[in-house]
Structure formats: C-alpha cells, structure tokens
C-alpha cells in the first residue's frame, strides 16, 4: 500500500539559511499534518491542513509557514534557521475526520549547523 | 501536568511474557486514542486505535480505554525481541481537527 513520502530524507544547513520540507500524503487521504520531534522528546504538532485550508496551528514558531496544495502535497517552509531547529520532521496523513487514523511518512533529519 | 502521561520506562520483560503499557490523559473530553511503535531515529507506526470504552483485539495487542478513569492502555502478548522500541500513547483532545497530542513514550525491552 502506498505510504507518506517525505523529502528530503536528510537536509543539512547552515543558521539563517531556509529550507524547505516536503510531503505528499497517501492517496485520497485529504488531511496533513506536521509535526516536529527532538532528540529525546515526543512528537509535536506543528500545523494542519484539511482541503487545502489551515485547520490547526500549534507550537509552530513564526519563522516557519506551510500550505497544503491542489494536489494535496505540502510544503513546510522554515527560514532563518536556528540550532534548536534541529530535529525530525514527520508529514501525517489521513483522512478527514476526528477519529481518522493518521499515517506517518518517513521524516526529514533537519540538521542546523 | 502534561496532557498525556507514559511512565518512560525502560520496561523489560523476557520473550514471550506479557507487556503493559499505560497511558493517562486530562482532558475529560478526548475523542480517540492511538498507541504508536517507533524504532530509534524512524517515524511512529500505528500500532492500534480505540475509541470506545473497553478492550479492542488486534493479533497480539490489546487496547484497553477506560474513560471514567482517563486511563488507556496497550498489552502485547508473547512479547518478542522485535517489539523492542518506544510506544507512543497519542490522544486526540475534543478538538474537531484531529492534531495528536503525544505521551513522552514508554521504552519496551523485550529480552531474549
């Protein structure tokens, strides 16, 4: 069964450098969501889109915007990149609803230097 | 107080005994749960989800939610080597846009 695929898998940039993650959900899955994981700590909610609209924001600093296309891929954008940004980044998919499962895609290894 | 707590473990057991793992949370108004296997630096894989009060079957899992008590939890039966990995307790709160709120995780050594 097709899955969340993310890319890149690995990024490496420089502070104050931008860098741009992107998501393409399972098919006809019609929400995404982003989350942020450190090392050592859980998982936490980034931001949302359910049909192409901002449903959710949480702990999403300002720096960082998102969208959710047509093709209902998404693109997470951080700039001005910091040493704390350093983490993974998982793209959630699912289906619209709140007792839909949401399917994790593979993450981008964000590294800040 | 967190939203959800795990107990973050290590919890060991020997191959082929039962695991338990258990999940708390505070908001009252929780719609779903959701109990995720993640093997170190790869991404959370949904194990099992549980809406309703009481025990849902999967194989060797069993989810146990009881509301009352804002208490979720996971048994594995004859725990293998390979379910060695941190298991994440996520709770998705009254909300109606599905965001998970996840517990710290609970390390499961299964020893052989």
């Given amino acids: ?113 | 107080q967190k939203e959800v707590e795990q107990n973050s473990g290590p919890l060991s057991v020997p191959e082929g005994a039962i695991a338990s793992l258990n999940c708390t949370y505070s908001d009252r108004g929780s719609q779903s749960f959701f109990w995720y296997r993640q093997y170190s630096g790869k991404s959370p894989e949904l194990i099992m989800f549980i809406y309703s009060n009481g025990d849902k079957e999967d194989g060797r899992f069993t989810a146990q939610l009881n509301k009352a008590s804002q208490y979720v939890s996971l048994l594995i039966r004859d725990s293998q080597p390979s379910d060695s990995a941190t298991y994440l307790c996520a709770v998705n709160l009254r909300s109606n846009t599905g965001k998970l709120i996840f517990g710290q995780g609970t390390t499961l050594q299964v020893k052989p």
């Fill in chain 1, 1 to 113: 069964a097709a899955g969340v695929i993310q890319s890149p898998r690995h990024l490496i940039k420089e502070k104050r450098e931008t860098a741009t993650l992107k998501c393409y959900p399972i098919p006809r899955h019609d929400t995404v969501y982003w989350y942020q994981q450190g090392p050592g700590q859980d998982p936490q909610f980034l931001i949302s889109f359910y049909e192409k609209m901002q449903s959710d924001k949480g702990s999403i600093p300002d720096r960082f915007s998102a969208q959710q296309f047509s093709d209902y891929h998404s693109e997470l954008n951080m700039s001005s990149l910091e040493l704390g940004d350093s983490a993974l980044y998982f793209c959630a998919s699912s289906l619209s609803g709140i007792n839909n499962e949401q399917f994790f895609g593979p993450g981008t290894r964000l590294t800040v230097l």
